[in-house]
């Protein structure tokens, strides 16, 4: 097969979707799905290497999913590449890129949202009110279009994780959530889609984020109080040169609340912008044993 000729299957329609994975459930085959807003990188890839490994057959879907947007945001910005995107899966393996327009997720008498709470109140949802519920909603309809078995989402979202881990357990989908370890360039920093977004002096500067996430568990670890390294956190980014802080809590790591005391397993989460990007990132953490 040539380049110009990809065994990956292309689309766009529910009911193609539907239609191929019943195929390949007839033929006794397990499923898995990696939902993507595309503009595909490596943490992207270690999602559908893992898919690879687990299930015997994997959809990718791309969808910039205009719901989880406020206003404002960066919906039209977003980037977006969906040759480059489809030889990439392709050159993976994968068996069928689901990427389907607008109209075909959101038809025009479209009227229903998921809406999680508690844990999609706090942290992006205090800052971000509509983004959860556009994830939930899409998430929800994605797992039912292609009834996978398992479905693969990145630790890098941390928060988005536990939104679907909580409504896949209340709405009784018959799915395996799988987290996978966040994917880093060799400073330390995250890989995201809006890393696009940076200059070449805030690119030197956005490493400082899991810098001083690292900084903090490890504090925690030696027994340090998680509100004041907290608030120590958010000052020292400010310092090094991001514009705003959205936030930087030591939390529960199932719930989400932010703790006083260190106790049971622990996440640290931040949000800040610098330039034109708002990045994210989190770590674990555990108290002193
Ligand atoms: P997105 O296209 O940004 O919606 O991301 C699609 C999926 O890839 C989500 O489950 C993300 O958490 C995951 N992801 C994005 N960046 C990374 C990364 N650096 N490492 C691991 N997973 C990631």
Sequence with gaps: MTSSSPN???????SDLRQRVSHWRGDGCSVGLVPTMGALHDGHLSLVKKAKAECDRVVVS???NPTQFGAGEDLAAYPRDEKSDRSLLDALGVDA???????????????TMVQVEGVSEGL??????VHFAGVATVVTKL????RPDAAYFGEKD?????????LVCDLDMDVRIVGVPTVREADGLALSSRN?????????????LYETLIEIAEKIEAGGDPEQLAALGREKLLKAGFRQVDYLEVCDSVTLVPVSVTAGELRILVAAHIGKARLIDNVPAKGPA
């Design 8 to 14: 990956i299957a292309l689309i766009r329609k529910v």
């Design 62 to 64: 791309i969808f910039v």
């Design 97 to 111: 890129l689901y990427a389907p327009g607008v109209d075909e997720i959101y038809p025009k008498d479209f009227s």
């Design 124 to 129: 992006c949802g205090a800052v971000r009110p």
């Design 143 to 146: 797992l039912m279009q292609a």
């Design 158 to 166: 941390y928060q988005q994780l536990c939104v679907i881990k909580r």
């Design 196 to 208: 696009a977004y940076l200059k070449k002096s805030e690119r030197l500067i956005a490493p400082v």
